[in-house]
């Protein structure tokens, strides 16, 4: 079972760690419960013992159904992370709120939604601006103190907020997005990062299904995508066609186009987790496959290439800047 250390923090997790966005119906509809136990089940089973989720999933949806898949796996073997920001206002509306009282309570509900007694890892969500930024590291420092928190962290930061929030606190995590077609933090965060040996878990690597290689660009969509504009028209198609292209390459790895595009995205060294939202078993099973490959350099830089804007940013095999 592959582990790595998720930089300063010291957890020993699995590369790709269990997402549980995917519980958020109004982004993306229902899912099926029960498939989502046995997804975490197998996740389990094939090496994975990292699962991510947050109070604002569902609105606490997403923590209760992880805490009820692994209330029978055993404590000491898995990691969990969950977030806070939000202060959830009866009618369903939301406003950011980090402030003390506010922290404590919600760090108690995720506690009992989860099912245990210590969040391995808990991350501010997005960044709060009203809060000052000693107010809020004081409260993460006392629930760390009370056993209730082992480790913090951040996600949605910019590298100047998490410079910012590291002036008052040991935040040792930092969750951005990223994907080989949007690279978001390459030129500023990650580098920030790995200087600072701050575990790096980043989310949608496969930029929201898009390089799963499952599309061929005349999908429809009823979640959120459908407003997305990676998942309209010629640009839907354009991408799906350059996801198709690497068939070729993953033949010759072995692997599907999904694990050779998630084996290519944890080459990166500041990138320690690739944190992968799953609907079924099968899925687990084809991320799973990923862990432990190794894809050559020149491939890394022919996919990101393929992928751009990447390709349009990085240097390629020959060493000319694209």
């Not at 592959?2 to 995917?22: D, I, K, N, Y």
């Not at 040991?170 to 933090?185: A, E, H, K, N």
């Not at 990650?190 to 690597?205: K, N």
């Not at 084809?286 to 240097?315: C, N, W």
Request: proline share 6%; charged share 25%.
């Amino acid at each position: 079972m592959e582990r790595v250390r998720l930089g300063r923090s010291g957890l020993s997790v699995s590369p790709v760690a269990f997402g549980t966005w995917q519980l958020s119906p109004r982004f993306w509809g229902e899912v099926d419960k029960k498939e989502i136990l046995a997804a975490v089940r197998l996740a389990f089973d094939k090496g994975i013992n990292f699962f991510d989720t947050a109070d604002a999933y569902g609105d606490g949806y997403g923590e209760s159904t992880l805490g009820e898949a692994i209330r029978d796996l055993p404590r000491g073997e898995i990691v969990v992370c969950t977030k806070v920001y939000n202060h959830f206002n009866p009618d369903g509306s939301r406003y950011p709120d980090l402030s003390r009282e506010h922290l404590i309570e919600r760090c108690e509900a995720s506690l009992k939604r989860l099912g245990v007694e210590r969040i391995d890892l808990y991350l501010l969500h997005f960044y709060d601006l009203m809060t000052p930024l000693e107010e809020v590291a004081g409260v993460l420092d006392q629930l760390r103190e009370q056993g209730k928190v082992r480790t913090i962290g951040v996600s949605n930061h910019s590298v100047e907020q998490v410079r910012a929030q590291r002036r008052f606190g040991p935040y040792d995590v930092v969750q951005p997005p990223y994907s080989l077609i949007d690279p978001t933090g390459e030129d500023d965060l990650l580098p920030y990062c790995q200087g600072q040996d701050l575990g790096v878990m980043i989310y949608s690597p496969m930029h929201k299904g898009l390089l799963t290689g499952k599309y061929r660009g005349d999908e429809t969509f009823a979640d959120f995508r459908k407003h997305h504009p990676d998942f309209q028209g010629q640009r839907f198609r354009d991408l799906c066609r350059a996801v198709q292209s690497l068939a070729p390459m993953a033949r010759r790895y072995g692997l599907t186009l999904y694990q050779l595009i998630l084996a290519a995205t944890l080459m990166h060294p500041a990138i320690h987790v690739a944190v992968c939202g799953f609907k079924n078993p099968d899925q687990v099973a084809e991320a799973a496959g990923a862990l432990g490959r190794r894809i050559e350099r020149p491939d890394v830089f022919a996919i990101r290439k393929t992928l751009g804007p990447a390709g349009a940013k990085v240097i390629d095999a020959s060493g000319t800047r694209k």
